[in-house]
T-cell receptor, first 114, second 114 residues
Framework: NAGVTQTPKFQVLKTGQSMTLQCAQDMNHNSMYWYRQDPGMGLRLIYYSASEGTTDKGEVPNGYNVSRLNKREFSLRLESAAPSQTSVYFC?????????????FGNGTRLTVT | AQSVTQLDSHVSVSEGTPVLLRCNYSSSYSPSLFWYVQHPNKGLQLLLKYTSAATLVKGINGFEAEFKKSETSFHLTKPSAHMSDAAEYFCVVSGKTSYDKVIFGPGTSLSVIP
């Protein structure tokens, strides 16, 4: 009954370093998303994948890349981390790319860039 | 264009008293509306959703919300607060087609005083 699993839970990077955040879901959902959460700003969409094999930019894609590895997995890569990318990152999935389909979230990755 | 406003950044209630978390939205068409709850160091969890059926929506843990089109509001209520209700609450408005039109409010932090 895992739902959406994110790794790692915490990460500290130095400016310029790279890393990949991993996300996997076991609910057979078609759509997956990456959000960032910053104080007082709610959640902002970075990238999403409507279905396996497709990815699209969200509201704040600059500095990030994604890979939909298969139906279960959707990774987020920071090629050259910047302090502005200090945030909490959430992966989510939904049954379909539809206004009627609620999101299921992982527990987040807390990233600090120094 | 869509937007969502949560009128209070922080609400404090005593245990056993009613909870009211306010949300107003703006949408050029009939929206879908959601409330999510986030407990500390956790991902967001769906509380309830409105998708143009009954205007009074019941959710988990005794929460409910009423869609009022004339007031463009979707306020979240609960008759009696429990200590376990202390969390961050997000009102979300969704578009009809593309999922990148999901807009999260900035959140309301609910404190419950024993």
């Amino acid at each position: 009954n895992a739902g959406v699993t994110q790794t790692p839970k915490f990460q500290v990077l130095k400016t310029g370093q790279s890393m990949t955040l991993q996300c996997a879901q076991d609910m057979n959902h078609n759509s997956m998303y990456w959000y960032r959460q910053d104080p007082g700003m709610g959640l902002r969409l970075i990238y999403y994948s409507a279905s396996e094999g497709t990815t699209d930019k969200g509201e704040v894609p600059n500095g990030y890349n994604v890979s939909r590895l298969n139906k279960r997995e959707f990774s987020l890569r920071l090629e050259s981390a910047a302090p502005s990318q200090t945030s909490v990152y959430f992966c989510a999935s939904s049954n379909q790319l539809s206004y009627n389909s609620p999101l299921h979230f992982g527990n987040g990755t807390r990233l600090t860039v120094t | 264009a869509q937007s969502v406003t949560q009128l209070d950044s922080h609400v404090s209630v005593s245990e056993g008293t009613p909870v009211l978390l306010r949300c107003n939205y703006s949408s050029s068409y009939s929206p879908s509306l959601f409330w999510y709850v986030q407990h500390p160091n956790k991902g967001l969890q769906l509380l309830l959703k409105y998708t143009s059926a009954a205007t009074l929506v019941k959710g988990i843990n005794g929460f409910e919300a009423e869609f009022k089109k004339s007031e463009t509001s979707f306020h979240l209520t609960k008759p009696s607060a429990h200590m376990s209700d202390a969390a961050e609450y997000f009102c979300v408005v969704s578009g009809k087609t593309s999922y990148d039109k999901v807009i999260f409010g900035p959140g309301t932090s609910l404190s419950v005083i024993p």
